[in-house]
């Protein structure tokens, strides 16, 4: 059984800073991909950012320059760095990850429970 739990959501002020994490757990051989979506109220999930195994690192258009993901695969973690946070960035955010749990099974993803984030004065 694969767990991701996400912590760090909270409130925060427009133009403030937060930090997000996301651990992994359970039966894991190998993670591929890992990523960050947000959901708003009345709106679709969207991509935040993703990174590869490899340390590469796409944005949405809406994010870049204020947010930073990483990642440490010794502790089977992905972050989400937020910057100059504004009011709509306000939304519950997933973390996801490619999981292999045994040597020559496929990935499959795997999601979080999903942290709220509310960006308000």
């Known amino acids: 059984q694969v767990q991701l739990v996400e912590s760090g959501g909270g409130l925060v002020e427009p133009g403030g800073s937060l930090g997000l994490s996301c651990a992994a757990s359970g039966s894991i051989f190998g993670i591929n991909a890992m990523g960050w979506y947000r959901q708003a109220p009345g709106k679709q999930r969207e991509l935040v950012a993703t990174i590869t195994s490899g340390g590469v690192t796409t944005y949405a258009d809406s994010v870049k320059g204020r947010f930073t993901i990483s990642r440490d695969d010794a502790k089977r973690t992905v972050y989400l760095q937020m910057n100059t946070l504004k009011p709509e960035d306000t939304a519950v955010y997933y973390c996801?990850?490619?999981?292999?749990?045994?040597?020559?099974?496929?990935?499959?993803?795997?999601w979080g429970q999903g942290t709220q984030v509310t960006v308000s004065s």
């Open positions: 996801n990850a490619g999981v292999r749990v045994f040597l020559l099974t496929p990935f499959q993803t795997y």
